[in-house]
């Protein structure tokens, strides 16, 4: 009966590698997995990929997302999410006179917090496949990765990693971020993808147990990516950009133990409530200047605060 038993569990999984893969089918697949008639392998070679970090013999999740067409050809495109615990591998498939196929794959990274989202946005004359997840953080702070793909010769190829959002409130002044996707372009033989970045800085946890309790600024612009066609990766374009990439990779991060460089980054901001005794930020910048009586590039602030009339 074992034997029996396995040469159907083969005989199912050599036919399902060569029906047509839908969404129907996968699930079907994952039910089967699940139950026990298939085990995790043949599970993946009835779809025709290598398992990886996915193990669906005890529980993988089956959704799918209408993407419309990827490609140029007639037919239709359709991703399909796996999921097994905290990582998701996005499928795309292609369907003509209901004949559907494999066209290519894509795993997300870890997803602790919530399971890897994948968005399609059309832009610039093209279709680009966003995946964002929601990795391990920490205490009082979380970044959010966002990775771009297009398809390049039936595969994903990944073309940009930003941050999508997070926050910090554990420095003095705490922070909130988010970067929201504005439009694709292209100029003569470059194309460029724009995003809006936007920090709101406020009071937080690291104000010594200060008792006050602000919004204080935020900070707004237009960065850009560009390539030249033909090349692969988008890379920062200070030229586009309406922030530094220095601002960008320190404030749009994990990063802010470097208080030097913080304060440095943000002097417009604090020379502006120092110069101005009728601030109402200013208590909140005292008890600061009050704490941080070693960082250099907090001087020329405290010289401000101490001669404002």
Not at 151 to 159: D, E, I, K, S
Request: proline fraction near 4%.
């Amino acid at each position: 009966m074992r034997f029996l038993a396995a040469l159907i569990a083969m005989w199912f999984a050599t036919a399902a590698s060569g029906q047509n893969l839908t969404f129907e089918s996968i699930s079907e697949l994952a039910r089967k997995t699940a139950a026990g008639s298939l085990t995790n392998e043949q599970f993946w070679d009835a779809i025709g990929i290598v398992p990886g970090l996915f193990y669906c013999s005890h529980d993988c999740a089956v959704s799918r997302q209408d993407v419309g067409r990827f490609g140029s050809d007639a037919g239709q495109d359709e991703l399909v999410k796996i999921i097994q615990q905290d990582y998701s591998r996005f499928l795309l498939l292609h369907s003509v006179n209901d004949a559907s196929t494999l066209v290519a794959y894509v795993d997300a990274g870890e997803s602790r917090y919530n399971p890897a989202e994948a968005k399609t946005i059309l832009s610039g004359g093209k279709l680009w496949l966003q995946i964002k997840t929601y990795p391990r953080g920490g205490t009082g702070l979380a970044l959010f990765p966002s990775d771009w793909y297009e398809l390049y010769q039936n595969r994903f190829r990944r073309v940009l990693s930003i941050p999508s959002e997070g926050h910090m409130v554990n420095g003095d002044p705490a922070r909130g971020f988010e970067i929201r996707f504005l439009r694709g372009e292209t100029a003569g033989e470059i194309e460029m993808l724009k995003f809006v970045y936007s920090v709101d800085f406020f009071s937080g946890s690291g104000s010594g147990g200060a008792s006050i309790d602000i919004d204080l600024w935020q900070n707004e612009g237009v960065v850009t990516f560009s390539r030249p066609k033909g090349q692969a990766v988008f890379e920062f374009d200070p030229r586009r950009s309406e922030m530094s990439k220095e601002f960008v990779d320190f404030i749009f991060s994990y990063e802010g133990a470097d208080e030097f460089k913080f304060y440095r980054l943000l002097s417009e901001h604090l020379l502006e409530i120092a110069r101005n005794p009728r601030d109402r930020r200013r208590e909140w910048l005292r008890q600061l200047l009050d704490r941080e009586t070693s960082v250099p590039s907090l001087e020329p602030v405290r010289k401000a605060f101490a001669n404002a009339r």
